[in-house]
């Protein structure tokens, strides 16, 4: 524990806006692509009223602070703060952000900024979204705007959350918001959440020096399911276009050759995208490389062409698997928290989110008992735990999630909360992961030897 103590780890718990805020058109709150995208798909539940934690957000604080957590990861809603996007900001959704950081610096929590949660304002989806290069400006002056207002507070930041997400299921399985189905348009999205990212982190640095920031960047590790040359190479296919593609022009390498060309000649890729400079600017040097992970993948070359996504390939809840359907594989975790070291050397690694899906529901004692939960984060943090006495430099965990917030289109069936939430009266009950890891976290602060 000698390495997690003297660089002071961080425990901490993560949400997203969208998926608790509720609160959706109030206080000025602009619309988003994802308050448009459930609306017009007719999807409930939405994120119209979430966890209500817009409302809730003192409760939600003293929960945290019960918990004894020491970090929160949270998002702001980009037109919560933006209504349109760029221009006046709405100075009730500053302050609802200023009552949650006041209140998380008055318990002793340390709050941890994302930016983007994938919550685009819709007047800027009206406006080209993502796909425009003008979005890379837009995201720069919204940055600009939190870190003038927020950096004398908030020392940790996070410019976009999974870019992979938003811009491949958003753009062209079209299953995210907002509903896209293009292959170019997906790429286009994604180099300019990059060069957004890039962009942004040169801007918050010149504002506020003091400030460490970083990117969340999901991860799929994948291994063949045979040793056979296709599944071999299928594997390296598919880690190119779900890792490589964002880690490596984050760390300086470029966008992976082999997955270029295959887009080339796919005439998905578009001759225009990247302009001299791009690929430096989206280098910047961070502070610290944030990984979300969940699961592996075990790659067969009939399942693997690249514009397939992972969640169709996974089977049905069962022993050794979550029930978003996620295979359970601590290690992994540690064994691409190695490879993220090694392959990409960033100074500092969080691992931004890691959780895991099971609807233990209120027993008869009014305990949850929801020993699966346990079982998963007791395997991945002793990983994570490993893998940092081994000189990986991992600096911080935090649980996905502290609430049982909206899961996306796949609404409140999914739970991954360390807080079990009724979402119809609101009323937050902590579950036995959530009183596991309060233990947790105070064992590692009283650790003699840390
Ligand atoms: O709930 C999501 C989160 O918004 C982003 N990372 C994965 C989580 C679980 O699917």
New binding site residues.
Partial sequence: MGYLMSKRFSWGVGT?AY?IEGAWNEHGKGESIWDRFMHAEGIRPNGDRACDHYNLVDKDLELLAAMGIDSYRFSTAWSRVLPLGTGTPNHRGLAFYDRLVDGLLERGIEPWLTLY??DLPQTLQDAGGWVARDSVEWFAEYSSVMVEHFADRVTNWITV??PW?SSFLGHHEGVFAPGMTDWSSALKAAHHQLLAHGVAVREMRRIAPDIAIGIAL?CRPAHPRTDSNEDVMATRHFDGYRNRWFFDPVFGKGYPADIQTVYMERDQWPSDLVRDGDMDLIAEPIDFCGV?Y?TSLGIDAAHAEIDHSEGRIGPPADDGFTE?GWRIDPQALGAFLRRVSDEWGPTSIIVT?N?A?FSDGIGPDGSIHDDRRIAYLTSHIAEVERISTQGVPVDGYFV??FLD?L??VAGFD?R?GLVHVDHGTQIRTIKDSGYWFRDHIAARRNDPNG
């Fill in positions: 997203s998926q949660h994938w959350n999974e997400v999901d979300n969940y978003m989110e959780g899906s996905w999630s917030n899961e996306w999914q991954f």
